[in-house]
T-cell receptor
Framework: DTGVSQDPRHKITKRGQNVTFRCDPI?????LYWYRQTLGQGPEFLTY????????KSRLLSDRFSAERPKGSFSTLEIQRTEQGDSAMYLC?????????????FGPGTRLTVL | AQSVTQPDIHITVSEGASLELRCNYS??????LFWYVQSPGQGLQLLLK??????LVQGIKGFEAEFKRSQSSFNLRKPSVHWSDAAEYFC???????????FGSGTRLSIRP
């Protein structure tokens, strides 16, 4: 399978705990994106990387959130001191980054439940 | 600000009937337009996209969409729906100056047997 993969698929945690999600993009895709999707809403952009550089962060990304893509391949999204409002589906996507805006391929998502 | 509006939260159509899902976007130069479908437990799958050229674009699964610049619309159509088309449909817009995609809130499609 050469699609975008995410791990874990589900995460249940208690309020105040830290969680980390991983995303493995399609091989050789330069761009990697994180989105958050709450129930009944479309995905909302959080941040994106071109190779290892984090080029844009949404205002939704509070200081409790941090994302990394250390070698320009996989990426991690960490949420510190989780709150119930963080409960959502966290989606990762990747694209080739060739030219202008191009098609983003999405992973299955990580569903986070904060109790 | 860039935005996408999908005015229909939920639509139910009979199997075999035609379908049109509405999408309007905020004004912007050279919009890149997308329709994605999301089935329960599945990731987002791209149905079709419009970058330039012919304003009527064909996608997978028999879907098509028409870009109308004068109306800032990009409506999705299918001449005859199948029960397997039941899912959530998202319209999205991007701009060449940015890499993020702005999604609408989605339209849930139910199919009546």
């Amino acid at each position: 399978d050469t699609g975008v993969s995410q791990d874990p698929r589900h995460k249940i945690t208690k309020r105040g705990q830290n969680v980390t999600f991983r995303c493995d993009p399609i091989s050789e895709h330069n761009r990697l994106y994180w989105y958050r999707q709450t129930l009944g809403q479309g995905p909302e952009f959080l941040t994106y990387f071109q190779n290892e550089a984090q080029l844009e962060k949404s205002r939704l990304l509070s200081d409790r959130f941090s994302a990394e893509r250390p070698k320009g391949s996989f990426s991690t999204l960490e949420i510190q001191r989780t709150e119930q409002g963080d409960s959502a589906m966290y989606l990762c996507a990747s694209s080739t980054g060739q030219g202008g805006l191009n098609e983003q391929f999405f992973g299955p998502g990580t569903r986070l439940t904060v109790l | 600000a860039q935005s996408v509006t999908q005015p229909d939260i939920h639509i139910t159509v009979s199997e075999g009937a035609s379908l049109e899902l509405r999408c309007n976007y905020s004004y912007g130069a050279t919009p890149y337009l997308f329709w994605y479908v999301q089935s329960p437990g599945q990731g987002l799958q791209l149905l079709l996209k419009y970058f330039s050229g012919d304003t009527l674009v064909q996608g997978i699964k028999g879907f098509e969409a028409e870009f109308k610049r004068s109306q800032s619309s990009f409506n999705l159509r299918k001449p005859s729906v199948h029960w397997s088309d039941a899912a959530e449909y998202f319209c999205a817009v991007g701009y060449s100056s940015a890499s993020k995609i702005i999604f609408g809130s989605g339209t849930r499609l139910s199919i009546r047997p």
